[in-house]
């Protein structure tokens, strides 16, 4: 219990480390929900299909619509490359976004625990206006504390590159939750984020609370 805290503590520090210019916090309160399936085609490929909802302004308004569509090669040794494209739909302004990004996912167990990695370039592209670049690394700790049910939390950081500003740390993202399965081949996960942006003179944050079910066949 006790090294499961600590690897808590671990991937909750940069939360510690909050830009101390800031001179105005601005807060809110939201709700992602989102349900996938997966579909092994053959043993090293997997497609992949998500709809995603988010709804901000204090859970008050469905701000965005987002399809991901992509799949992913799994080697041999533990690591998958994927590739995904994103539209992500804004429906209280008729305005949309095309995007893409890459993973690279490394996973280990060790004992109890398991550790995933992932690596994503993402690209968001934009009409007449130049591209956001971000490179993201998260780290995400399992614990099965039963036989059914796993305990999780990840830390997420982005960086902006190619940045007219700057490259810089602009985001971080700091979860915890559970997941566990509801029929064969069907799983729900629970889950608790905080969201805050870095290097900005005015901090933005949020409380999201997610719901995520998965499908797998």
């Known amino acids: 219990m006790k090294s499961w805290l600590n690897i808590i503590v671990i991937l909750f520090l940069p939360i510690l480390a909050a830009n101390a210019k800031v001179k105005e916090i601005m807060g809110d309160e ?20 998500a709809q995603k909802l988010r709804f901000t302004n204090n859970i008050s308004l469905l701000s965005q619509y987002i399809t991901d569509i992509g799949a992913y090669y799994k080697f041999k040794f533990p690591l998958k490359v994927g590739l995904f494209y994103r539209l992500r739909l804004y429906p209280n302004t008729q305005r949309s976004r095309n995007e ?6 490394n996973k280990i167990k060790i004992s109890y625990f398991s550790f995933q990695n992932r690596l994503r370039l993402h690209i968001k592209f934009r009409d007449n206006q130049e591209t956001i670049n971000y490179l993201r690394y998260r780290l ?10 796993h305990l999780f939390a990840y830390s997420e950081m982005f960086y902006r590159f190619m940045y007219i500003k700057g490259d810089r740390i602009s985001q971080g993202r700091y979860a ?20 805050t942006s870095y290097n900005k003179k005015n901090q933005e944050y949020a409380h999201i609370f997610g719901v995520n079910y998965t499908f797998e066949f």
Request: with cysteine.
């Open 30 to 49: 939201q709700l992602w929900l989102a349900a996938k399936i997966e579909y092994e085609i053959s043993e090293p490929l997997e497609l992949e299909f």
């Open 100 to 105: 893409i990004y890459t993973n690279l996912v």
């Open 140 to 149: 995400n700790v399992k614990y099965n504390c039963f036989k059914a049910i």
């Open 176 to 195: 915890c939750g559970l997941e566990f399965p509801i029929a064969q081949s069907h799983e729900i996960s629970f889950s608790y984020m905080y969201e």
